[in-house]
């Protein structure tokens, strides 16, 4: 993007300060009316009317990038929200396109370490456990096994064989045939790249990618973590759709009956790449009722929800900073009077870790099937 790209879109947002939040009266209590975390947790300039007027600062040359500037940048979690209910009204500030290009154009000096490794990572995967998946009959398609649709091994599942072993069960209790580069694994990108301003890297794993999917006569890619999907969904030229392990479950819940599962109500955190960047915000909710839990939503939820706070590589950045944003949400959680949040990604599940109140317990979906199909942990390895 030239300066005078990045200048034109700046120059859209004439800081109403709408994004700031819902408005008071669509929320019974105003305290959880505001949305963006960096904004609400801090002040002016970081909201996002603030960092559009730095976009327009540094496109027009009056401002320099130092250390501050940063500050504020890497304060953002790109959560999406502000780019969202712009996008709502009578203009469209592409608030998400500017804040990813501030990344890119951010001096290397000032760009955190933490988010530069991502880079490594995706375009050689670590050592994996991929081969857990072999264990529940999933088919290697790195080799001569064929599958119409696999499964996508990002950075959060490439390495963890509980995770793995408990997806593992769960496609092989469906009865569905699914397939994953197990031996020759896929880069297993996700939004650790554009957080740390490296779309051409990702463009480039994409890519490659995208010449494996066809090469192998690919036809659907099921997802775990949401910030491979949306990244996915967002750069993927292969035509190949690319949908979130909760389809999956949804369609699992309908065909064959869990065992009931001994929770009182809970309360579901929308991820910002599931909902937001992927539009996906019926089948985890699908996946709770078919397991017969009883709901209780948060005010913020689907397009309104806020962001858990690891989002933007905060989680790696400034995990204290992280903890407060979680904070925020915490509050939420408990007005609902639902002791289990139940997340669909495992940084959302990570942040929320931290400052959680001690009577309440956090799940992850999957973790949540595995266990309603009878999974007791015993069957990773065999
Ligand atoms: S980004 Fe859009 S909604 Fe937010 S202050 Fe600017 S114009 Fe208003
Ligand atoms: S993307 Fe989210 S955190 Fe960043 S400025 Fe917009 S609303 Fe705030």
């Known amino acids: 993007m030239t300066k005078q790209e990045l200048l034109d879109k700046a120059l859209s947002c004439n800081r109403c300060g709408t ?14 009316s505001t949305q963006c975390p960096s904004g609400m947790t801090l002040f002016g300039e970081y909201e996002p009317a603030g960092l559009m007027y730095i976009a327009r600062g540094i496109a027009q040359g009056d401002l320099q990038w130092n250390k501050d500037l940063a500050k504020v940048l890497y304060s953002c979690t790109l959560c ?5 209910l712009c996008s709502r009204g009578y203009r469209h500030t ?45 088919i290697d398609v790195s080799g001569s096994g064929t599958a119409d649709t696999i499964l996508f091994a990002d950075t959060t599942l ?64 099921v997802c775990y973590n949401p910030e491979s999907l949306s ?24 065909k064959k ?38 709901l209780k939503e948060m005010w913020r939820s689907r397009n309104n929800s806020l962001c ?29 009077g639902a002791k289990t949040l139940i997340t669909a990604c495992p940084y959302c599940n990570a942040n929320f870790r931290q400052g959680k109140p001690k009577d309440s317990k956090i799940m992850d979906l999957t973790s949540l099937m595995a266990q309603a199909y009878g999974y007791t942990g015993k069957e990773a390895g065999k």
């Open 19 to 32: 994004c700031r939040g819902v408005t008071q009266d669509a929320v019974p209590n105003a305290d959880f």
């Open 80 to 84: 999406g929200y502000c780019d969202d």
């Open 94 to 138: 592409p608030a998400v396109t500017i804040l990813e290009e501030l990344r890119k154009i951010v001096p290397q000096e000032l760009k955190p370490r933490s988010l530069q490794k991502a880079a490594a990572a995706a375009e050689v995967p670590k050592q994996h456990k991929l081969a857990v998946l072999k264990n529940y009959g999933v």
């Open 158 to 221: 490439i390495a963890n064989s509980s995770k793995l072993s408990e997806i593992g069960f769960l496609i092989k209790t469906s009865g569905r045939k699914l397939g994953c580069f197990i031996d020759e694994p896929l880069p297993p990108v996700e939004q650790a790249l554009i957080n740390g301003g490296q779309q051409d890297v990702l463009e480039r794993c994409v890519a490659r990618i995208d010449r494996r999917l066809k090469q192998k006569g690919i036809k659907k890619v």
């Open 231 to 254: 990244v996915l969904k967002r750069f993927s030229r292969s035509g190949v759709p690319f949908v979130s392990i909760t389809q999956l479950y949804a369609e699992m819940l309908k």
């Open 257 to 294: 009956s869990p065992k009931k599962l001994k929770l009182s109500a809970v309360t579901y955190q929308d991820p910002c790449h599931l909902g937001r960047y992927a539009q996906e915000y019926s089948a985890p909710r699908q996946v709770i009722a078919g397991l017969g839990l009883t």
């Open 308 to 336: 858990c706070g690891a989002g933007g590589g905060m989680l790696a950045v400034n995990p204290q900073l992280a903890k407060r944003y979680a904070a925020n949400r915490w509050e939420e959680v408990s007005a609902t």
